[in-house]
């Protein structure tokens, strides 16, 4: 059964999920729990999922950038900031500096939605997030997972239920958060971003934890929307926490 329930005007988060089965919401939880129960159910997780955890907001930490170099993020490009820093300080600071701004090696713990995530058991998890709190959700579930943190890791990857790091991981120091990583991507993840064009193509999508303006999402749905056109599959997006 799926369990991934509809809340309206939550101010912060509750500790569960419930249903608010109302006209707006009823077919789409119906289509939902159909594309579960046919094994045709991916989901994508964004950072609004482990803020509850401690993590922060991509948009916090490209504040926290813009702090560092005195400058005003209010009319800057947000990928330019992360970008400028790279520039004047070069890769080890600026690896060192992201490792700790998105707590890298800190023992962060999964809450209660990276649990029920992966209590939801669908084949395909993908994140944009860095942190492993999916993973340790997993561990702690002794469910196995397998983990694609670059391309060559689909080389490895067999028919079992996998979380897809699809802005990579520090581990692997590929983590795409500045401007030439997103211009850059798609010569750095080329079986990653195929991978994923084809889950999209071909199952119904789940956004958790992201905004309606997050870039991520725009440029997800631009890459299907120029191959399918009108026949694009509706995807969903929860952003109620």
């Not at 992201?210 to 056109?229: A, G, H, M, R, T």
Request: aromatic residues 14%; hydrophobic residues 35%.
């Amino acid at each position: 059964m799926l369990s991934i329930y509809f809340v309206q005007n939550v101010s912060g988060y509750k500790g569960r999920w419930q249903i608010v089965e109302n006209n707006i919401y009823k077919e789409d939880i119906r289509l939902l729990r159909k594309a579960k129960s046919e094994n045709r159910l991916v989901i994508f997780v964004g950072a609004g999922i482990s803020k509850y955890s401690g993590l922060p907001l991509w948009g916090e930490s490209i504040n926290k950038i813009s702090d560092l170099l005195n400058i005003s993020n209010d009319s800057i490009d947000y990928l330019k900031i992360p970008q400028y820093y790279y520039n004047s300080r070069g890769k080890k600071e600026y690896t060192e500096l992201m490792r700790e701004i998105f707590g890298y090696q800190k023992k962060y713990i999964p809450n209660e939605i990276h649990k029920q995530i992966i209590n939801l058991n669908v084949h395909t998890i993908i994140t944009t997030n860095y942190d492993n709190l999916l993973e340790k959700a997993a561990k702690n579930n002794m469910s196995f997972v397998q983990v694609i943190r670059q391309d060559k890791d689909l080389a490895y990857c067999t028919s079992g239920r996998k979380i897809i790091k699809m802005h990579g991981a520090f581990e692997t120091d590929n983590f795409v958060l500045k401007e030439d990583d997103y211009l850059n991507y798609s010569d750095n993840f080329k079986l990653i971003e195929t991978h994923i064009k084809s889950l999209i193509t071909r199952n119904v999508v789940l956004f958790l934890g992201y905004s309606y303006n997050d870039p991520d999402i725009k440029k997800i749905f631009n890459w299907v929307k120029e191959i399918l056109k009108d026949d694009f599959q509706r995807a969903y997006l929860f952003n109620g926490f």
